[in-house]
């Protein structure tokens, strides 16, 4: 064979070797800043620096090694923090130093997980029937990764909806067909919401049910909540299973739910985000993702409680014939072969609503090679036990009031003052919240509880030890004792 001629491109490196040396001083400085996460909290991003970022119509035609400085001083430094071990805010998961190489290794091969038959489709394949046995779903399951449980919400509620309408709503939409009606309990994740709303239902098909008295979705308000619309020529399609609320981390008796949709052939959905991975821990934090397994469809994150990189989420749904049945679409340039490329079937384009699909798969593939099942058990234990402590602390303090019981690894609790009335110890959290930030602290989040504003730690960290929950409850503490007489004094 004729050897070919080498035109280079301009889009690659006109040095490789240099572009080598480059690359190195890149993944030293990362390594350096990963190995030193607790020595970097969050800081705002100067204005100087914002406005850096703005990009010249034509390009700068800077150099790698220029690029490296920018990086490293730019934009490595102004992250969202949630690397370091005293970051609390929302539920943010941490990276992992396996999650560097995998990326290194994805971004290299610049896969399209669509479909086709190369090494990352069966990488992915692997992680989801990894998933599939650690959720106890049926062999007949399927799943998919997709950006978060956002994306995964979507896909569980098409294939919901579609096995509620039949097939040929796919054509004919949800206009021809009854109206539709959802169930979860009320503070369901917005996720939720979101997907009633994109899939055409709106998001006055949701009926929120109360809590009873354990903090689970009322039973007995569920069913007549059903009853009432059967009744009244609405289809109940689907009822939503709360694994871990957002707020507080509260749990519904999944298997009560799961009971209840199988006697009315309901659709049975688990939003379990960040709380699907209690299913790892030891008791009796595991026992509060009783009942998981039941559910015909499963949304869950990576990217939280299994502490990988951004973004990765999932979707296991328990019938993949119905799954396969609300997305398939093969267009004649797609078809697939026996033998080369075009093989590999089934495709995930086939599942979801993503022909082109980056190789999520393989931070999650290499992070369970790198650390094994347990490590990751131990540390979302380890988290349960955290939050716990934290709130031993909250009672122990005079100034600190628990604001609602930890179930799992979410401790809300007021550093509210007699002293002030309702708006100003509202205003007190949210300026002990953010002074907390900006001084590079600690970082919690605020929720609203029982109409009041309270101080909220998630803990989703790896990194986070006894001594940083000791720590963010005196800073809490310190603060509040600065900003008391001010607000007092304030009219």
Request: with cysteine; glycine share 8%; net charge negative.
């Amino acid at each position: 064979m004729e050897k070919a001629v080498l035109y280079p491109s301009q889009l690659d490196p006109e040095d490789w070797d240099a572009f080598r040396n480059s690359a190195h001083r890149m993944l030293d400085i990362c390594i350096d800043r990963l190995s030193a996460a607790r020595e970097h909290a969050w800081q705002a991003t100067p204005v100087e620096i914002r406005e850096s970022y703005t990009l010249d119509d034509n390009g700068l035609n800077q150099g790698f090694e220029e690029l490296v400085d920018i990086l490293s001083s730019n934009i490595l430094p102004f992250n969202t923090g949630n690397t370091h071990p005293r970051f609390f805010g929302w539920v943010h998961g941490t990276g992992l130093a396996s999650g560097l190489i995998a990326e290194m290794a994805a971004a290299t091969m610049n896969s399209n997980c669509g479909g086709r038959d190369h090494a990352a489709i069966y990488i992915e394949r692997a992680v989801i029937e990894w998933c599939r046995r650690i959720f106890k779903f049926p062999r007949t399951a399927s799943g998919l990764l997709v950006t978060g449980t956002s994306q995964a919400t979507v896909v569980a509620l098409a294939t919901a909806r579609q096995h509620a309408l039949g097939p040929d709503s796919r054509g004919n939409g949800v206009r021809n067909g009854p109206p539709l009606a959802a169930y979860a309990v009320a503070g369901v994740h917005n996720a939720t919401i979101k997907a009633l709303e994109l899939l055409g239902l709106g998001s006055k098909s949701l009926r929120t049910i109360p809590r009873d008295s354990s903090g689970s979705m009322d039973m007995q308000l569920l069913a007549a909540a059903v009853k009432c619309d059967r009744q009244s020529g609405i289809k109940p399609f689907c009822v939503v299973g709360t694994a871990g609320s957002v707020d507080l981390g509260q749990f519904d008796h999944l298997d009560a739910i799961a009971d209840f949709c199988s006697s009315e052939k309901i659709w049975f959905h688990v939003d379990g985000a960040f709380g699907a991975w209690l299913n790892l821990a030891t008791p009796p934090w595991r026992d509060l993702a009783a009942g998981l397994e039941r559910a015909d469809s499963l949304a869950f994150d990576f990217h939280k409680w299994m502490y990988v990189q951004y973004d990765c989420g999932a979707v296991l749904i328990r019938d993949e014939s119905a799954h396969r049945a609300t997305f398939a679409a093969r267009p004649a340039y797609l078809a697939g072969q026996d033998l080369g490329l075009a093989g590999g079937d089934p495709w995930y384009c086939d599942y979801g609503t993503d022909l082109s699909r980056g190789f999520r798969a393989l931070k999650v593939w290499a992070a369970l090679k790198t650390h094994g099942k347990q490590a990751f058990a131990d540390a979302i234990t380890k988290n349960c036990e955290q939050a716990s402590f934290m709130s031993e602390l909250v009672k122990a303090s005079p100034n600190l009031t628990l604001a609602a019981p930890v179930f799992s690894n979410i401790c809300c609790f007021s550093a509210a003052s007699t002293s002030l009335n309702e708006a100003k110890n509202n205003d007190l959290h949210n300026q002990i919240a953010q002074k907390l930030q900006m001084d590079g602290s600690v970082v919690f989040s605020t929720t609203k509880f029982g109409g009041q504003t309270v101080l909220r730690a998630a803990i989703v960290n790896h990194r986070t030890n006894n001594d940083d929950i000791a720590y963010s409850i005196d800073a809490v503490e310190r603060v509040r004792a600065i900003l008391l007489p001010h607000l007092a004094g304030a009219r």
